[in-house]
């Protein structure tokens, strides 16, 4: 499967890291491996993406090691049977990061006092 990394198109200020967690945590996987093809390193951050095709430009959060991940606006070629996990562009509020799922009206903040990379409910 091809999809493009967006991942420059957002808030620097909300940690890949922690979409690292949101999608383990929305997927009920634990991120092991770097999806993309032919990489066989551990994923060190959550990587946004789109699919690489004009009927579907949703946003979505992929495990990606950090090589793969600054591979801004390139293509890459992710395992066919990835889980990708639904995001909404990142928007911030008062100076919070905040993530939504789209089949949700749930909004996820992003803090880091129970540490790097958690996500609470916000409202």
């Known amino acids: 499967m091809k999809v493009r990394n967006v991942n420059g198109a957002a808030s620097s200020r909300i940690g890949s890291s922690g979409l690292l ?12 491996m770097c999806f993309a093809s032919g990489c066989i390193n551990r994923p060190s951050v959550g990587g946004r993406v789109q699919r690489d095709s004009p009927d579907d430009k949703s946003w979505y959060v992929i495990p990606l090691c950090a090589a793969c991940n600054d591979k801004k606006g390139q293509e890459l070629e992710i395992w ?3 889980k990708l996990v639904p995001v909404l562009p990142v928007v911030e509020a008062d100076d919070r990061p905040l993530v ?8 996820y903040a992003m803090r880091s006092p129970s540490g790097p990379g958690s996500y609470s409910e916000a409202f």
Not at 21 to 32: R, T
């Open 100 to 107: 939504r799922h789209p089949g949700s009206h749930a909004w």
């Open 80 to 82: 066919d049977v990835a």
């Open 21 to 32: 967690a949101y999608w383990e945590k929305a997927s009920g996987q634990n991120a092991s």
